[in-house]
């Protein structure tokens, strides 16, 4: 394997960091998201509590703004009987001067196990991942437009749940692709898993050019994009998209791109509606969608507390379980 | 003191001793070597002499940043790598941009430079794209040409005015074409910058600039010089231009003939440049243009750094390598790739550079020249690691490589510079 990708695997193909879903072999995504399903009660909740992290202390690393990601992160690491810091670096040492370097160091003389990244900067938790001492595990919460693997591991699993094996599946993703890392990664996600139809759904100036590299097929209108899709992937829209000249209006973007009733009836008819969340309704999506019983986002939710246990487990166990 | 080098194999694309096997140097000039008599000689052992190189892109830093490298360091680190004279950029901190700034400039290379410095100095006061520079006064002090560098113009017509008032004077202007509007971006908007998520730089960003620039250096009929091309496009425009009748030339940098995009898929900071590197068919057209004399330079782009300025994230890190070092094992490199024959990448590092910076006497070996020379052997290899590097910025993609070719010795001005 190539690229900073190799970061993250043992000689051996062990997960030791997770820091994006490219290159991920089908086997490790698999085991992953079977991982992450042993996290989740009968009814589908995740578990209150297991002791598999205790005595372990998680950093979660926020440069960048999140209260989701990050509460989802917090959740799972009390779930697994870790200790968890959380640290908001925009209001610490990163505005003091510090650099990510000596910050770095310094987490790391306070004993830490494993560190959640967030960062503005696209391969921010490369670079730490790069640098860190052995036996701490990295884990990227999103870095610039780059990727958040979690995320995609999170839409694999509420996929494989409702539709069953993505090697037999149509997905449509839907909006501003460009400066998405959720896209990014869900792409390369579902290649890992074999996906053979993966859709691109957007005006010009939302869609990468250079898609057609990684098998994505690009629609400008989404009525053909749509067509027998079983996976229906919405993503938010920013609004600065529009001071920066990239799109006239919200409005008009629904009036092309929102996901209604109607346009939804040219999916297959049990596909279902995904959204990283948080929505917008009446831009991305129509009440009556996101309310409807195709919409499974906030299944997506659930599902994301389970994931990130199964990958702060995995990659923990593979970071020390060999060493102690 | 007089020498004889003997044994050697002259290569000096363009002057009558090209392939000749001995030469003398006297008074720090190339001499007949029958004229001698007790002269010292030199055994070359089958090296190649070749004319020292000249790099008309190099950043010395000094004034104002020396943590990142001075005159002393750079120059030292010059010869390392087969050259004997640099022309300086003027982004120091503060720029130059007055006569007292350039004769600094010579004053430290005089006092503590390893090879010669040519400085150049900002078109506008202060860099800032405003106002005019006192552009004689500066050539007067010893500049080679006037540059914007990096530093837009505020607008086009501020920078008609300068090229027109240059022209008047009959003074050169280096360019670096961009738009203003596609400016920014850290990675080429392709493939890889796409798939890193890094922010991207569009290659509008410089075809827009130098179709805008050409129409200037055109009304205004500046002598000008296109520094740092990167795409095919910009290649196709400046040998039409040329075609044209339009008295221009153009460099491009030793890394974009080396390294495409590619080159940044493990996030390797040392790769983050001014200019990004794009794709592969870019690279290859940039060769192609330095063989069909499309582009008559190549340049360093030299940019030392100190290790925390790299030490970030790719996006977060200041741009450009140091690589002077190695400049004439990398033109070996390339020609043992196979991609660019060695004689034509010296040329574009000697004879054409002394042409564009109107040194008409340095780049070639021959009777009565400057004696700046540099004994080479191609057989041989140069190691490159931290602990034996000269340059001050730790910022380069060769530690941990070995280059074909080893400089055996310098001359500049006939002085011996030991390797």
């Known amino acids: 394997m190539h690229g900073p990708a190799a970061l993250q695997l043992t000689p051996d193909g062990r997960l030791k960091h997770l820091l994006t879903t490219e290159g991920l072999p089908k086997s490790l995504i698999t085991e992953l998201l079977d991982t992450a399903e042993t996290f989740l009660s009968s009814q589908g909740q995740p578990v209150k509590k297991v002791p598999l992290l205790r005595g372990k202390t998680v950093v979660n690393l926020f440069f960048e703004n999140s209260t989701r990601t990050r509460t989802t992160f917090d959740i799972a690491a009390h779930r697994l009987s870790a200790d968890v810091v959380t640290l908001d670096i925009r209001t610490s040492s990163a505005s003091k001067g510090e650099t990510l370097f000596d910050t770095l160091k310094n987490l790391e003389a306070m004993q830490a196990d494993l560190f959640v990244v967030r960062h503005s900067a696209g391969g921010a938790p490369f670079f730490i991942a790069d640098r860190v001492t052995p036996n701490i595990a990295v884990i990227n919460a999103g870095d610039g437009t780059h990727a958040h693997p979690t995320q995609a591991l999170l839409d694999l699993m509420t996929i494989r749940k409702h539709k069953g094996d993505p090697a037999n599946l149509s997905v449509a993703i839907v909006g501003d692709l460009k400066h998405s890392r959720v896209a990014r990664s869900l792409i390369h996600g579902l290649r890992g898993m074999g996906c053979p139809d993966i859709r691109a759904i957007g005006p010009g100036t939302l869609l990468p050019s250079d898609l057609g590299h990684l098998g994505v097929r690009t629609f400008h209108a989404i009525e053909d994009g749509l067509k027998d899709v079983d996976v229906v992937v919405l993503l938010r829209l920013q609004k600065e998209r529009m001071s920066s000249a990239l799109l006239p209006s919200e409005r008009e973007f629904f009036n092309l791109y929102g996901m209604t009733e109607s346009r939804l009836r040219l999916a297959k008819d049990n596909a279902i509606v995904m959204h990283p969340g948080p929505i917008n309704r009446g831009v991305e999506i129509a009440n009556e969608v996101a309310d409807g019983p195709q919409a499974v986002i906030l299944d997506q939710v659930t599902n994301g507390i389970a994931i990130r246990m199964a990958v702060m487990a995995m990659t923990l166990s593979t970071q020390q379980g060999s060493h102690s | ?419």
Not at chain 2, 1 to 19: A, D, K, T
Request: glycine share 10%; charged share 15%; net charge negative.
């Open chain 2, 1 to 419: 003191m007089s020498v004889i080098i003997q044994n050697i194999q002259i290569i000096s694309p363009g002057s009558p001793l090209h392939g000749t096997t001995e030469i003398g140097i006297n008074n720090g000039e190339f001499v007949n070597p029958t004229t001698l008599a007790d002269a010292t000689e030199i055994n070359g052992n089958s090296a190649w002499l070749v004319p020292g190189l000249i790099d008309c892109r190099v950043n010395l830093r000094e004034p104002g940043l020396e943590h990142k490298g001075t005159i002393a360091s750079e120059t030292r680190a010059a010869v390392a790598g087969g050259v004997t004279s640099v022309v300086a950029t003027p982004t120091t901190d503060p720029v130059v941009d007055s006569p007292a700034d350039v004769r600094l400039v010579l004053e430290r290379a005089k006092a503590s430079g390893h090879c010669r410095v040519f400085p150049t100095a900002m078109l506008t006061q202060g860099g800032s794209g405003n106002h005019l520079s006192e552009m004689a006064a500066l050539v007067d002090a010893g500049c080679v040409a006037l540059a914007q560098g990096n530093r837009p113009f505020n607008s086009r017509k501020i920078e008609f005015n300068a090229l027109k008032y240059a022209q008047s004077l009959g003074i050169r202007v280096i360019l670096d074409s961009e738009s203003r509007d596609f400016a920014g971006g850290c990675a080429h908007a392709g493939q890889i910058g796409t798939g890193l998520g890094l922010s991207l730089n569009s290659p509008l960003s410089e075809t827009l600039g130098l179709g805008a620039d050409l129409e200037l250096v055109e009304a205004t009929g500046v002598s000008a010089h296109f520094s740092r091309i990167t795409t095919k496009t910009s290649v196709d425009r400046i040998r039409e231009a040329k075609a044209k009748g339009l008295q221009i030339t153009c460099d491009v940098t030793l890394s974009h003939l080396l390294y495409s995009e590619q080159a940044i898929v493990n996030l390797d900071p040392n790769f983050h440049l001014e200019r990004p590197l794009r794709t592969e068919d870019d690279r290859l057209a940039l060769i192609a243009g330095v063989v069909d004399g499309t582009i008559d330079l190549i340049v360093s782009d030299h940019s030392p750094h100190e290790t925390g300025a790299k030490l970030a994230p790719f996006p977060e890190t200041e741009k450009g390598m140091s690589l002077i070092e190695g400049v004439i094992q990398l033109l070996l490199t390339l020609d043992q790739r196979g991609e660019l024959s060695f004689e034509q990448s010296l040329a574009a590092m000697t004879s054409n550079a002394a042409q564009v910076i109107n040194q008409k006497e340095l780049g070639a070996v021959q009777y009565g020249n400057p004696a700046d020379c540099v004994l080479l052997d191609p057989n041989g290899s140069t190691t490159y690691n931290q602990e034996q590097w000269l340059s001050a910025g730790t910022n380069s993609p060769l530690f941990g490589q070995t280059l074909p070719g080893r400089v055996m010795g310098s001359w500049i001005h006939g002085q011996h510079i030991a390797p």
